[in-house]
């Protein structure tokens, strides 16, 4: 075993940085170069955060993602922050350090109990019923990307407000309440973005940014609890009715557990699978070859999403904490030791990925880990994958070529990231 390989100062500040987040191609070398020369490798920044171990290639990810009981989620905060941020959310909530109780929060005995309640309802047996729904929405998406043409923006016209539109129609919140809960979101999610965050402010300060998204998760609360009282009065076959109804060990869940439930599908549900079909667009603009293969042979089409979701990994890390002593790519982790399991960079492994920067629809295989892997594995999977199917089949029917119309904008984002801005030229079929 070797001593704790420390990462260079400048590399253990870029592998936090917002904004080498969304610059992208630099922060793909600073992987590259770390799983070439230290795989498991120790982040510190002064006082900044907790120290924490940064796992960078394939199969590391995939035995820490798989191994929940040497890898647990409820005892730290499951995605990074600054110390100062940490605390305000802890004297917030009475001592947790996660601010939304929710499935990534937990641990088992508890979490399957509770992934159960809405796991079935998540499974492609019965998406397939929403499929004709889906497809719809699908198509008046595209009609209003092609009366915009022959130049838009896609990110706002299309990659953002379709799967909004989808997981809350599953949520069964009113259309009148979408936005509020895309900004929402997008202050969960952006508050290091100043485009996105709402505020308009760059470089806001760690207390700052904490305190943006305790409004963000208030505001959640108080909207889920109004929707909780109508789904237990009125249930329908949503999954806020399935939330709402729902009992563990004999008793309804807490209000506290139910919010965390219904933000972690309103949120994850959404700027996610935004992400993976705006850089896919991103990229077949840029190939207009590959644009016209895929547009004449619709058996590629499940590999488009799936080379979406490898080539983007929006959901960029998560955090775990280890619950004893283990020994990872030869260095030593103690017991209670943080570690962030980086996605962009196990999905960019050239050792499972051949040229993994190249965005290949005919990619296989591609067990990528943009989802993650075992107890935790993202319960959204199949339905950001039917989404992403039924919206490409369309966009190929209806758009004949493709081509970049400007600069394309990354969020300043370390957790949820992806093109904020994406803008297009195109003819029509
Ligand atoms: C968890 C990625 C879409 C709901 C996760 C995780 C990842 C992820 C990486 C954590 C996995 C782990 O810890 O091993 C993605 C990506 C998406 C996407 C890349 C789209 C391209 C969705 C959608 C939904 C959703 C559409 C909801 C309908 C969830 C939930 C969890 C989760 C509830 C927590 C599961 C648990 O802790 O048991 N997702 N997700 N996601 N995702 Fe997704």
């Known amino acids: 075993m070797s001593a704790a390989p420390q990462a260079p100062a400048p590399v253990a500040s870029t592998v936090i940085d917002p904004v080498a987040y969304a610059e992208w191609d630099g922060l793909l070398d600073t992987f590259d170069w770390l799983r070439e020369n230290m795989p498991v490798t120790r982040v510190e920044n002064g006082d900044l955060h907790d120290p924490f171990w940064l796992v960078t290639g394939y199969d590391d990810v995939m035995r820490i993602s798989k191994d929940n009981k040497t890898f647990l989620n409820s005892p730290r905060g499951v995605v990074f922050g600054f110390r100062e941020g940490e605390e305000i959310v802890k004297a917030v909530t009475g001592g947790s350090p996660h601010l939304v109780n929710s499935l990534v929060a937990l641990d088992a005995p508890i979490h399957p109990k509770?992934?159960?309640?809405?796991?079935?309802?998540?499974?492609?047996?019965?998406?397939?019923?929403?499929?004709?729904?889906?497809?719809?929405?699908?198509?008046?998406?595209?009609?209003?990307?092609?009366?915009?043409?022959?130049?838009?923006?896609?990110?706002?016209?299309?990659?953002?407000?379709?799967?909004l539109h989808v997981i809350m129609q599953i949520l069964g919140v009113p259309e009148a309440d979408e936005q509020r809960m895309l900004f929402l979101t997008q202050q969960m999610f952006g508050g290091q973005d100043e485009d996105l965050n709402k505020t308009g402010m760059a470089n806001m300060t760690a207390e700052q940014i904490t305190q943006l998204v305790i409004g963000a998760v208030a505001d959640f609360e108080a909207y889920f609890a109004k929707l909780t009282e109508e789904k237990r009065a009125n249930p329908t076959d949503d999954v806020a009715s399935v939330i709402a109804n729902a009992k563990v060990d004999g008793e309804y869940l807490s209000d506290r557990d139910m919010a965390g439930y219904y933000i972690i599908v309103a949120s994850a549900g959404h700027d996610t699978t935004s992400a993976s079909t705006a850089g896919a667009m991103m990229a077949l603009a840029q190939d207009p070859e590959q644009f016209a293969r895929l547009k004449a042979d619709r058996d590629l089409l499940p590999g488009i999403v799936e080379e979406a979701i490898r080539w983007t990994s929006p959901v960029q890390h998560f955090m775990r904490t280890a619950a004893e002593d283990v020994e990872i790519g030869g260095v030593h982790i103690k017991e209670g030791d943080w570690l962030m399991i980086n996605y962009v960079a196990a999905n960019h492994d050239d050792r499972v990925f051949e040229n993994p920067r190249k965005f290949d629809a005919a990619r296989s295989p591609n067990r990528h880990l943009a989802f993650g892997a075992g107890a935790h594995q993202c319960l959204g999977l199949h339905m950001a994958r039917l989404e992403m199917k039924i919206l490409f089949n369309e966009l190929l029917d209806r758009i004949e070529t493709v081509e970049l119309a400007g600069e394309p904008k990354r969020a300043k984002s370390s957790f949820v990231g992806g093109l904020k801005t994406l803008p297009l030229r195109y003819t029509l079929s």
């Open 114 to 163: 509770y992934r159960r309640l809405t796991q079935e309802w998540f499974m492609p047996k019965n998406l397939k019923q929403l499929e004709g729904e889906i497809s719809a929405l699908a198509k008046t998406t595209v009609d209003r990307l092609v009366e915009a043409g022959p130049e838009a923006d896609f990110v706002p016209l299309v990659a953002s407000p379709y799967p």
